[in-house]
């Protein structure tokens, strides 16, 4: 079983980039379907990336389509979420997830279907 640490978040400009991180020890990383869910302040946390073991299918909330782009380096046991053009409510805490299920891709879009879970990153955008 892996284990997930995020890394990358911080304080920001609306308009500007930043580059999450989600290193995973352990074995067996590339069984594994990854997403990156996000929760602001007050409110229930929401999918935001997913893309399964092969690295073949990617999802993406509408809210991010077009400024993010998940990614998984598996030689390096790490997923990465690229976050452009950033608003200000794209403020929350990140975290990573893994999933070592062949439900279809759709299930991605769930936070119930991962198992296995970081402990987060903060993102700040300043408007």
């Known amino acids: 079983q892996v284990q997930l640490v995020e890394s990358g978040g911080g304080l920001v400009q609306a308009g500007d980039s930043l580059r999450l991180s989600c290193a995973a020890s352990?074995?067996?990383?590339?069984?594994?379907?990854l997403g990156w869910f996000r929760q602001a302040p007050g409110k229930d946390r929401e999918f935001v990336a997913a893309i399964n073991w092969s690295g073949k299918i990617t999802h993406y909330a509408d809210s991010v389509k077009g400024r993010f782009t998940i990614s998984r380096g598996d030689a390096e046991n790490t997923v990465y979420l690229q976050m452009n053009s950033l608003k200000h409510e794209d403020t929350a805490v990140y975290y990573c997830?893994?999933?070592?299920?062949?439900?279809?891709?759709?299930?991605?879009?769930?936070?119930?279907?991962?198992?296995?879970w970081g402990q987060g990153t903060q993102v700040t955008v300043s408007s």
């Open positions: 997830a893994a999933d070592s299920s062949r439900l279809p891709t759709s299930f991605l879009r769930r936070s119930e279907t991962y198992e296995i």
């Open positions: 352990g074995q067996n990383f590339n069984d594994y379907n």
